[in-house]
């Protein structure tokens, strides 16, 4: 499987940005698809997570609850990270991924929030 990260960039802080990620056909079952961020120096940390079955259940870090929303596509294997009220402390390496018979990463996306 392969992924297709977009969506990154430059904003102010307050301001929002939705990122996507889209995951190639294959015949493997997804059960789930998320997205973890990571600055230099630090460990990649969980941002949110959608199962991909009929549940949609989502979590989020505490970090980003009530300001990002996580959805997805399920007719085309997209997810989308709506994010908002963004803060300078939300500047990463936002990475997505998909979880089948093992977990596949995507290239990441690089997101600047500005004070």
């Known amino acids: 499987v392969q992924l297709v990260e977009s969506g990154g960039g430059l904003v102010q802080a307050g301001g929002s940005l939705r990122l996507s990620c889209a995951a190639s056909?294959?015949?493997?079952?997804?059960?789930?698809m998320g997205w973890y961020r990571q600055t230099p120096g630090s460990q990649r940390e969980l941002v949110a997570a959608i199962a991909m079955d009929g549940s949609q259940m989502t979590r989020y870090s505490d970090s980003v609850k009530g300001r990002f929303t996580i959805s997805r596509d399920g007719d085309k294997n997209t997810i989308y990270l709506q994010m908002n009220s963004l803060k300078p402390e939300d500047s990463a390496v936002y990475y997505c991924?998909?979880?089948?018979?093992?977990?596949?990463w995507g290239q990441g996306t690089l997101v600047t929030v500005s004070s």
């Open positions: 991924y998909v979880d089948q018979e093992r977990r596949t």
């Open positions: 056909q294959n015949p493997f079952i997804i059960n789930g």
